[in-house]
């Protein structure tokens, strides 16, 4: 029995030998993307309740530039610009039979009756919202025309991690030589050559063809001119100030306003808001959405101080008034008996 029960032992050895031999001499293959691409993953192609689908065009939002500064995620530090939603409302509606094409228009930043043209005067009376300072318009696929006129456009209207493309008017910095300019690197600063360091040098040929061609990078104005940014991630979403915050710089100085849309390269695994955010009264409104890039997970964090002010009654109202007038009364009681 002993020699039997060696002998198998033996031969179940020399079969694990031989399959980890054949495994190391036919070296398995694991198909992997080529060279700059990602594993493909399942996209989220339609959303019943919504309607969204992956072919759908949304409308976009107006934006307000604030300003940059940094923000931490966890232990990490992000530079963001912060982006407000300054009152977006939903002025128009263009659909392709009788405007020739399927847009949105919104309005933003509220603005004077006074300082409105009176045809807008009317625009604004026929979609039954407050007079706007700009006017936008986004072009939309149909499924996105199922919206009302008035309608507001909230900061919710945009999903943390996502990629929006902004656009924008550069910032004019006036007249400026071909090294701000253009970037040119300049002229030799040694000997031969006077006083034309940062010049661009000859501009033209000889006589023929005796001119200066078209579209010569030459001086001339800098700036000013649209711009657009495309692919920034939306890190946070902050539901009490109704503000983004995009991470990078996008173009245009503080006060500028933006156009934000979605971005074409973004590649969905939840429905976004469609047609747009509808608020609900279980909302907390002093709360700030968060994107964990190093997770790929939304948090939602109360922010520690509230940003809306204080309401006082009428009572703590005239006790403050009170309070200020008799400091007011002791100051100016010394004076009198100097005076006096």
Known sequence: ??????????ITISNESLLKRSIFQRP??????????KISLDKLKRDKESGWTIATTRMGAIGKKVGMMTTYIGAEAYPVTVIQIPNNQVTQVKRKIKDGANMV???????????????LRGHFAKA????????????????ALNIDLGT????RHFVPGQLVTVKGKSSGKGFAGG?????FRGQPA??????????????????????????RKMPGRLGGESCTVKNLQILKINNELNCIMVKGAVPGKKGSYLKIIDSTSMKWREAPPFPTYTPTPVDLVNTELVFKPNTQEIVSEELEIKVAPKLISQEEASELLNAQKEVIAKKLQP???NQE
């Not at 029995?1 to 033996?10: A, F, H």
């Not at 039954?128 to 499924?143: A, D």
């Not at 507001?152 to 900061?155: C, H, K, S």
């Open 152 to 155: 507001p456009i909230l900061a």
């Open 335 to 337: 004076k009198e008996k």
């Open 1 to 10: 029995m002993d020699k039997i029960i060696n002998s198998m032992r033996k």
């Open 28 to 37: 398995v293959t694991i198909p992997k993307p080529s060279f700059g691409q």
């Open 105 to 119: 228009q919104i309005g933003a930043d509220e603005i004077r009756m006074k300082n409105v043209p009176k045809p």
């Open 179 to 183: 090294m701000k300019r253009w970037n």
């Open 128 to 143: 039954n919202v407050t007079p706007k300072r700009i006017l936008m318009e986004f072009k939309v696929t149909n499924n």
């Open 190 to 215: 040694t000997h031969g050559v006077s006083l034309t360091h940062r010049s661009i040098g000859a501009t033209g040929n000889r006589q023929t063809p005796g001119r200066v061609f078209k579209n």
